[in-house]
């Protein structure tokens, strides 16, 4: 399972490995006080799209939008991501203070359903034997 939280939460050991998932570092914090497993910082949306979309929620549907466009133009920087996820829950770490609207949400979606497509995917040709 793919869970979301923010950074400054408190980690917990059933988070699983721990991502950062932001552009820049959150404020504040402390590299070993995030307790993360990583920073994946190419996986983040491009400096205009962050700044165009802003945490609007008018925008929410555009912003997914164009952020799976970005993302379909890169699997390297979201590859490693669904791996973990194969073997285990995985936890995508931010730090907007919007727990609805941010690249984490987003992120998530994207992934589940990359997860999703590869069950079917394998369930179909289970029955194609």
């Given at each position: 399972m793919i869970f979301v939280k923010?950074?400054?939460?408190?980690?917990?050991?059933?988070?699983g490995?721990?991502?950062?998932?932001?552009?820049?570092w959150p404020r504040g914090m402390k590299?070993?006080?995030?307790n993360l497993d990583s920073w994946m910082k190419a996986v983040?949306?491009?400096n205009e799209l962050r700044t165009w979309f802003g945490h609007d929620p008018e925008k929410w549907r555009d912003?997914?939008?164009?952020?799976?466009?970005?993302?379909?133009?890169?699997?390297?920087?979201?590859?490693p991501?669904?791996?973990?996820?194969?073997?285990?829950?995985?936890?995508?770490?931010?730090s907007?203070?919007?727990?609805q609207y941010n690249t984490a949400v987003a992120l998530r979606m994207y992934l589940t359903k990359r997860l999703k497509n590869r069950i079917r995917t394998k369930r179909h040709e289970l029955l194609a034997v």
């Open positions: 923010r950074v400054y939460d408190t980690a917990h050991k059933s988070d490995p721990r991502f950062l998932v932001d552009h820049l590299k070993q006080a995030a983040s949306p491009s912003f997914q939008l164009r952020y799976f466009a970005e993302l379909d133009k890169k699997p390297e920087s979201w590859q991501l669904l791996q973990t996820a194969r073997k285990g829950d995985l936890t995508l770490v931010f907007a203070h919007d727990t």
